[in-house]
Nanobody
């Protein structure tokens, strides 16, 4: 059973930075594309960034130039470096496998950008 454990969120002022981690188990991690999602209060979950098994990356327009997705296959871990954070980045951040996300989501990690 695939499991996702997100961590690294917190409360930061606008312009601050956070680095999120997603530890994955239950799959051969290196064989999977991976994605970060976020869900703000009262809004639909949205795709933030993705990274393929071969390290190709893509980003949603609102985070382009500010966020960087990466992975460490030896640690079964994906990361999201978030810089120049804005209040509109406030959300619970989740990870999942790409292409066909698992129905079993992790607990997410809360990111709050506020002064």
């Amino acid at each position: 059973q695939v499991q996702f454990v997100e961590s690294g969120g917190g409360l930061v002022p606008p312009g601050g930075s956070l680095r999120l981690s997603c530890v994955v188990s239950g799959i051969i991690f290196r064989n999977y594309n991976m994605d970060w999602y976020r869900q703000a209060p009262g809004k639909q979950r949205e795709l933030v960034a993705g990274i393929s098994f071969s390290d190709h990356t893509n980003y949603a327009d609102p985070v382009k130039g500010r966020f960087t997705i990466s992975r460490d296959n030896a640690k079964n871990t994906m990361y999201l470096q978030m810089n120049s954070l804005k209040p509109e980045d406030t959300a619970v951040y989740y990870c999942n496998v790409g292409v066909r996300p698992s129905d079993y989501w992790g607990q997410g990690t809360q990111v709050t950008v506020s002064s």
